[in-house]
């Protein structure tokens, strides 16, 4: 047992963690920040904070400035001044919170509300780029000004500097580059890093070397008060993305939320993109730029446009670089998707031109949204173009026009039914594309109509048959014919009147021809794994050439007696066919199409020589 008094002691002793600030500043470049760069942003994050606690103190009299300066001396690594006249810290305020690593000079409510920083660790940022950081400081609150002066090690040092020897209220801080991080102490990097991160601020940012200068947040925001409600900035907000984002947006859509007060606009590419696909947005948090990637933010099915978003009221994460999940980011990302779902509403009803270019550069978010949603689909699905036996149609056209709405699922199924299809005033959907078979089902069942899967084996079983009488020899030579090809010869009639023959290809048969084709090239091994699966399909001869008696060749061919000639024609028959049906050709057909040409070319020559003799 352990005696109260030994307890008590136990419970008195205290200990202080050690913190290895070499493995915080890794921390912070190899897992929590994703570009050294950002140390910019971390200063100018500072000084924003720093000028929005001035004002907030009540003091109106001065003008806010933010200011960056290089300095380049011949034989040195370039320095950087960066500046701010905000609310400055006393020396209690230098020892509470820049020598605490995670303490932040703002209470978090306070900072959610107020102020960008919240976690305290952004100034540790710079030692990404630089061996040490000098801060001087003076408060607007009074006091000595104090230059603090820290090393990458841990250690630093604090000295109270004479009255008068910092100037106004402000702080700035001062980093010396090192060998293996100058590039980003050059000036147009600089000047391009600041513009990025502080573009839309609404205090002032200047960058000079001396030598050059900028203000480099100078620009008006257009598209600020286009999510305001300001439709007349429409054109200036589409220039804009012309010159700034080098794009020629086909519309720009205003967002504004209540939850997680977020504004901006929706740029609708102008080039298709792919279902999942991730777009490069601009989000700033209270003016700042908070990142590239709004992926929780904006809705999946969005993909389609590019966004430039201000957010007021969502909660970064430590590295600012995203938002947290909280109510409201749900409630945020709820009314952007309501919203862009509106937009396209708008479209249907009162712009229906757009509307189709819209769908036509970017149908697949766009079906991906109406097959998830009932009431968006029932606006859009008359809208939606589909590829046909009877040419592209949009399904409104194809619906007035069929009273069953017919679909094939497979393209090489499809290439065998349109050919007859379309001769018997059939119109059949080709519906391999991505979305096509649960948007052609979601509206067979919202809007009552009969739907029907079809293929090709059960489509030629409609074509008419033709009486047996009299044609036995001839389907039997025929099938001699094709007997070391695999494929059944039946005559039947059917349009078109221009079709020769129609060969139809079941999916057994597709499957067996694969394996075909594998064994062709696959090793021993290999062929004795594919031998095991044929025999399911040793019995099969499924593929079926149907002869049309309703074209002349055909008509012609029940009188040719010669057998080589016979033989050869319907051979060739069967190769015209398999082109005109787009099968893939397997070597014993390619061949076959060379040696019939060979000796329709003899044969022709041979009655042309008899031509002259005679």
């Known amino acids: 047992m352990v005696s109260g008094g030994a307890s008590s002691m136990l419970r008195g002793m205290e200990h202080a963690f050690k913190v290895d600030l070499r493995g915080m500043i890794d921390l912070l470049s190899n897992h929590l920040y994703s570009d050294p760069s950002v140390f910019i942003r971390e200063l100018l994050q500072n000084g924003v904070d720093a000028i929005t606690a001035r004002r907030q103190r009540g003091d109106s009299l001065f003008e806010p400035s933010l200011t960056a300066r290089v300095h380049h001396v011949d034989g040195a690594l370039p320095t950087l001044e960066f500046a701010d006249n905000g609310v400055g810290l006393t020396e209690a305020e230098v020892h509470e919170f820049l020598a605490t690593i995670g303490r932040s000079s703002k209470r978090l409510d306070e900072a959610r509300d107020s102020f960008l920083g919240q976690f305290g660790i952004g100034l540790l940022s710079c030692f990404m780029v630089s061996g040490e950081i000098e801060v001087l400081t003076q408060s607007a609150s009074g006091g000595a000004p104090v230059r603090w002066l820290a090393q990458a090690d841990g250690t630093y040092t604090l000295e109270t500097l004479p009255s008068g020897a910092v100037g106004t209220p402000g702080t700035t801080v001062r980093l010396r580059a090192r060998e293996d991080t100058d590039f980003y102490f050059e000036y147009d990097e600089l000047r391009e890093a600041l513009a990025n991160y502080g573009r839309i601020l609404p205090y002032p940012i200047h960058v000079t070397d001396g030598e050059q200068y900028d203000h480099v947040n100078a620009e008006r925001l257009a598209w600020l008060d286009f999510a305001d409600g300001d439709a007349s900035k429409r054109e200036e907000v589409l220039a804009y993305a012309r ?127 109406a097959s998830e949603n009932d009431e968006f689909f029932r606006l859009l699905a008359h809208a939606f173009e589909f590829e046909t036996s009877t040419g592209r149609m949009k399904l409104g056209a194809y619906v007035a026009r069929e009273p069953v709405i017919r679909m094939v699922t497979n393209l090489d199924q499809f290439r065998q039914i349109a050919q007859v299809a379309s001769a018997y005033g059939h119109s059949v959907i080709n519906a391999v594309y991505t979305y096509d078979v649960p948007l052609l089902r979601r509206y067979a069942a919202l809007f009552g109509r009969a739907l029907e899967e079809v293929d090709a084996q059960s489509y030629a079983l409609a074509l008419e048959d033709v009486s047996a009488a009299g044609l036995e020899g001839f389907v039997a030579r025929a099938n001699a014919a094709l007997e070391a090809f695999g494929c059944v010869v039946s005559v039947k009639r059917f349009e078109p009147a221009d079709l020769p023959a129609l060969l139809i290809v079941t999916e057994e048969q597709r499957q067996r021809d694969d394996l075909d084709a594998a064994r062709e090239v696959a090793d021993e091994l290999f062929t004795d794994l594919l031998d095991e699966y044929e025999g399911a399909y040793e019995e099969v001869r499924v593929t079926r050439l149907h002869l049309n008696l309703n074209h002349a060749l055909v008509q012609d061919l029940l009188h040719v007696q010669d057998a080589a000639v016979f033989g050869r024609l319907v051979q060739m028959l069967y190769v015209q066919a398999h082109l005109l049906g787009h099968h893939p050709m397997r070597g014993q057909e390619l061949a076959l199409l060379g040696d019939g040409l060979s000796d329709m070319m003899r044969w022709g020559l041979r009655a042309a020589q008899m031509n002259i003799l005679n």
């Open 243 to 369: 010159t700034a984002l080098n794009m020629e947006a086909l519309d720009a859509v205003p967002l504004r939320t209540e939850d997680g007060s977020v504004r901006g606009v929706a740029f609708v590419l102008p080039y298709s993109t792919q279902s999942g696909s991730r777009q490069w947005h601009q989000v700033y948090l209270k003016r700042m730029l908070l990142g590239h990637d709004a992926r929780n933010l904006l809705p999946d099915w969005a993909f389609f446009v590019r966004c430039l978003l201000n957010v007021d009221g969502l909660h970064p994460t430590a590295s600012r670089e995203s938002f947290y999940e909280d109510d409201a980011l749900t409630g945020a990302r709820a009314s952007l998707d309501a919203q862009l779902r509106a937009y396209i509403e708008g479209l249907a009803q009162q712009d229906p031109a757009r509307l189709e270019a819209l769908i036509a550069l970017h149908h697949l978010p766009i079906k991906a949204l």
